[in-house]
């Protein structure tokens, strides 16, 4: 039997089958996990649903983070299908293009609000929506980081604040709800070509040096970092909440 059987997963941030969420959809559902998936918006409809019926998803949904209405929609449509939720996975960023390249101080406003509200706040409005289905003893919340939220990436600029804020989310909300026996956690993860990634100016560049200086000398596959999702939402790791753990090599140890 595997380590999540009976366990209903919802995992939003599938665009394409080079998403981490993909992965890590496809790696919960190896171990017995029934899964819902969620995309941004319509656009996106023609290559996520057949990944999801690929994985016999029964819940296959748009939801754009920013918008309450279609959040609340989301967990509306859960609730109507599956009653609860066990865990719930957040991959999902976004920044607009101008402000990954450059410098952090030309940031505007409405780029900085952007960035912070789709990729840190949705963690929030999220959790809320998913503790109220995770009645089953408890649940397992996971989000996404990358090692920009405590040191400089160059390029990396708004999201790297947007990361430090979504891991003080995760410990927040890890406090939040952990009398309700559910435990949030995040994965930093090395850098991994996706959609998302080759808006980083320079990224191609990030990848290099991660492979030259990691410990392992080497980058990292969406696969381990599906693996590592896997543990944290088992309950192998029932005594793990409010943490990032590190997918990335090793890179985040090394002096050089
Ligand atoms: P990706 O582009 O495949 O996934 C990002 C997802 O966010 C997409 O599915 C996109 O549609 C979704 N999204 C953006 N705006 C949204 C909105 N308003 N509403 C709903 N969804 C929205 O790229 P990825 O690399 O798999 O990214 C997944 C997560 O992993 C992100 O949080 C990213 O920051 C994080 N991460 C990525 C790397 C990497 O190198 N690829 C490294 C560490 C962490």
Same mark, same amino acid.
């Given at each position: 039997m595997g380590l999540l059987a009976g366990r209903r997963a919802l995992v939003l &941030?599938?665009?394409?089958?080079?998403s981490i969420a993909w992965a890590i959809a496809k790696a919960l559902h190896e171990e017995g996990a029934e899964i819902a998936i969620s995309y941004a918006?319509? +656009?996106?409809e023609r290559r996520v649903r057949p990944l999801a019926e690929s994985l016999g998803a029964g819940l296959v949904l748009p939801c754009d983070v920013s918008q309450e209405d279609e959040i609340d929609r989301l967990f509306a449509a859960v609730r109507e299908c599956?009653?609860?939720?066990d865990i719930l996975v957040h991959a999902i960023a976004f920044a607009r293009r101008e402000d990954l390249?450059?410098?952090?101080?030309? !940031? =505007?406003r409405e780029g900085f609000r952007l960035a912070l509200d789709v990729s840190a706040y949705s963690l929030i409005a999220l959790a809320r929506r998913a503790a109220l289905l995770m009645t089953a003893g408890g649940g397992s919340i996971l989000t996404l980081s990358f090692l920009g939220s405590e040191r400089v990436f160059p390029n990396y600029n708004v999201m790297g604040v947007a990361k430090a804020a979504l891991e003080a989310c995760v410990r927040y909300l890890a406090w939040d709800l952990g009398t309700a026996g559910i435990r949030v956690n995040a994965i930093s993860a090395g850098p991994i070509r996706t959609l998302s990634a080759? &808006?980083? +100016?320079g990224f191609r560049e990030m990848l290099h040096r991660h492979a030259e200086r990691s410990p392992l000398r080497r980058n990292v596959s969406a696969e381990e970092v599906a693996r590592t999702a896997v543990y944290l939402c =088992?309950?192998?790791?029932? +005594?793990? !909440? &409010?943490t990032v753990v590190f997918a990335d090599a090793g890179y985040h140890t090394a002096g050089v």
């Open positions: &941030g599938v665009a394409n089958d080079h918006g319509p +656009a996106l599956w009653g609860r939720l390249k450059g410098r952090l101080v030309d !940031t =505007s080759a &808006g980083i +100016a =088992s309950d192998l790791a029932s +005594a793990v !909440t &409010g």
